[in-house]
Antibody
Framework: EVQLVESGGGLVQTGGSLRLSCAAS????????MDWVRQAPGKGLEWVGR??????????EYAASVKGRSTISRDDSKNSLYLQMSSLEIEDTAVYYC?????????????WGQGTLVTVSS | AIRMTQSPSSLSASTGDRVTITCRAS??????LVWYQQKPGKAPKLLIS???TLQSGVPSRFSGSGSGTDFSLTISSLQSEDFATYYC?????????FGGGTKVEIK
């Protein structure tokens, strides 16, 4: 059974930083691209970014809204995905989901975690 | 970025009704479109990939169609468990983008 469990959310002040984690199990994590997607309270879904797998150099893609202040990384030995965010703004308040995709750029989020809430406050 | 426009943003329907949600892309995305269902407080669930491929375990009352810029999700006979918000997403190009969502409510 595929499981994705996010952690690391909480209350942070504007301008601060946060590192979210996602523990994966039940599928070949190292062989999958992985996504982060967020959802502000009462709003729609927003794709945050993606990390490719080792053979693709662990390269990343980001949404314009987080590019330059976010870093997605992974540790295949721990089946874990990370999202480091800095210079946090009120607008970054959201539930953050990690999601597994497949093995190419033409892929979508097939399995999702339950999400972790990040609240940015002044 | 490719803009995804869903309509309507909300609708009220009764159990047993046929419901259609549309999604329009700002440029040709061929068939690189998925549909998700989300219930309050839950993560999105993948319903349909590649515009029309029903995921395993998803009831056959759900169907997807379209190619290019115009797509639709149809629920042939709405059931109580289908009241939720539905999102389309294109995965042809980065940044991946979602439609604004369609909330299906009980009439």
């Amino acid at each position: 059974e595929v499981q994705l469990v996010e952690s690391g959310g909480g209350l942070v002040q504007t301008g601060g930083s946060l590192r979210l984690s996602c523990a994966a199990s039940g599928f070949p994590f190292s062989d999958r691209y992985m996504d982060w997607v967020r959802q502000a309270p009462g709003k729609g879904l927003e794709w945050v970014g993606r990390i490719r797998k080792k053979v693709n150099g662990y390269t990343t893609e980001y949404a314009a809204s987080v590019k330059g202040r976010s870093t997605i990384s992974r540790d295949d030995s721990k089946n874990s995905l990370y999202l480091q965010m800095s210079s946090l703004e009120i607008e970054d308040t959201a539930v953050y989901y990690c999601a597994s995709t497949s093995q190419s750029d033409y892929s979508y989020s097939g399995y999702w975690g339950q999400g972790t809430l990040v609240t940015v406050s002044s | 970025a490719i803009r995804m426009t869903q309509s309507p943003s909300s609708l009220s329907a009764s159990t047993g009704d046929r419901v259609t949600i549309t999604c329009r892309a700002s440029q040709d995305i061929r068939g690189y479109l998925v549909w998700y269902q989300q219930k309050p407080g839950k993560a999105p669930k993948l319903l349909i990939s590649a515009a029309s491929t029903l995921q395993s375990g998803v009831p056959s009352r759900f169907s997807g169609s379209g190619s290019g810029t115009d797509f639709s999700l149809t629920i042939s006979s709405l059931q109580s468990e289908d009241f939720a918000t539905y999102y389309c997403q294109q995965y042809l190009d980065y940044p991946l983008t979602f439609g604004g969502g369609t909330k299906v409510e009980i009439k």
